[in-house]
């Protein structure tokens, strides 16, 4: 899937992350900021990556600030972010790529 277009999803409230997505310059260049970067910051990085390979992102300039968010939250702001970016508004397949 190609990022489109600039989008958000997501808070800067406690236990919530914001993932901001852009078009890439051919790689995905990945940007993180959280509060508990020390003790879990492979395991976000890890949760975002495999997320956009799950989407079939290739391509992405992403930037997360992490307020202690869990997985499901980190995995669903992505999706949500690589959805609107690519303007899918209906029957939204979450958890799932797009066909």
């Known amino acids: 899937m190609v990022i ?3 989008a958000i999803a997501g ?3 406690s236990s919530d992350c914001m993932v901001t997505v852009e078009p890439g310059e051919g790689k995905i260049d990945l940007d993180l900021d959280s509060a508990v970067i020390r003790q879990y910051g492979k395991q976000i990085r890890k ?3 495999e997320t956009l390979q799950r989407l079939d992102v290739t391509d992405a300039k992403i930037t997360v600030v992490d307020k202690g968010a ?12 690589v959805y609107r ?5 209906d029957q939204l ?3 799932g790529a797009i066909v």
């Open 85 to 89: 970016s690519n303007g899918v508004k």
């Open 93 to 95: 397949p979450w958890g």
């Open 11 to 13: 808070t800067l409230e």
């Open 47 to 49: 949760v975002i990556l």
């Open 70 to 81: 869990l997985d499901c939250t980190i995995k669903a702001r992505v999706e949500c972010a």
């Open 4 to 6: 489109q277009k600039p």
